[in-house]
């Protein structure tokens, strides 16, 4: 069955940099729109960047907008998100998640249209 798998997580400096890495299997990775979300503790899972098929259709939230690249291999079926200029608020559980989705439509980044998740990678910003 699907299964997505997280990596790249660790602990870094406010400013430093770190890439997440998602690995798709057990699915039509064409098909879907990929997103990354997070969790702080005490905090409801949040969007953080989204992207159709096709890799021209990507959203970002507000928060990491300038500091996050997503981007993705459909042939690999793995989708990276490459994180710059890290502060602590970044902090927290890291997912990928999978939902099937035209690749001409701007993809949505928000938790209950997404279908398929991993486990998640921990993410801490601190000095």
């Known amino acids: 069955q699907a299964q997505l798998v997280e990596s790249g997580g660790g602990l870094v400096q406010p400013g430093g940099s770190l890439r997440l890495s998602c690995a798709a299997s057990?699915?039509?990775?064409?098909?879907?729109?990929i997103g990354w979300f997070r969790q702080a503790p005490g905090k409801e899972r949040e969007g953080v960047s989204c992207?159709?098929?096709?890799?021209?259709?990507?959203n970002y939230a507000d928060s990491v907008k300038g500091r996050f690249i997503i981007s993705r291999d459909n042939g690999k079926k793995k989708v990276w998100l490459q994180m710059n200029n890290l502060k602590p608020e970044d902090t927290g559980v890291y997912y990928c998640?999978?939902?099937?989705?035209?690749?001409?439509?701007?993809?949505?980044?928000?938790?209950?249209?997404?279908?398929?998740w991993g486990q998640g990678t921990q993410v801490t910003v601190s000095s």
């Open positions: 998640a999978a939902t099937v989705w035209s690749p001409r439509v701007q993809p949505v980044c928000l938790v209950m249209e997404y279908d398929y």
């Open positions: 057990g699915l039509t990775f064409e098909y879907y729109a």
């Open positions: 992207i159709s098929s096709s890799e021209g259709n990507i």
